[in-house]
């Protein structure tokens, strides 16, 4: 049984940081494409960042780049996603996912559909 169990959320002041971790179990976590998304209140989950296989690759969302890092280790079967300089507009659940995907080149990173499991989320709240 596949099992995606995110960590790592809470309540954190604007400006500050959290890092967020991803378990997997239950599949060969090496061989699979990895993301972050996240869903704020009233709002659709939208994809936050993506890494491939290796973790050589990664893609992020614009609303985060520059701020939040996604890595993985695989000997670990853990990802992680690295959010500073925290926005209360970064409130949301963060959602891990993973995708059976064969090609990080063919995989559309931002499209939920492309992944096959999911986490149950761990909330993240900035206030200022």
């Known amino acids: 049984q596949v099992q995606l169990v995110e960590s790592g959320g809470g309540l954190v002041q604007a400006g500050g940081s959290l890092r967020l971790s991803c378990a997997a179990s239950?599949?060969?976590?090496?061989?699979?494409?990895m993301g972050w998304f996240r869903q704020a209140p009233g709002k659709e989950r939208e994809f936050v960042a993506a890494?491939?296989?290796?973790?050589?690759?990664?893609y992020h969302a614009d609303s985060v780049k520059g701020r939040f890092t996604i890595s993985r280790d695989n000997a670990k079967n853990t990802m992680y996603l690295q959010m500073n300089t925290l926005k209360p507009e970064d409130t949301a659940v963060y959602y891990c996912s993973a995708s059976r995907s064969s090609s990080w080149y063919g995989l559309r990173p931002k499209v939920e559909g492309e992944y096959d499991y999911w986490g149950q989320g761990t909330q993240v709240t900035v206030f200022s």
């Open positions: 890494i491939n296989r290796s973790g050589f690759n990664t």
């Open positions: 239950g599949l060969t976590f090496s061989s699979y494409i």
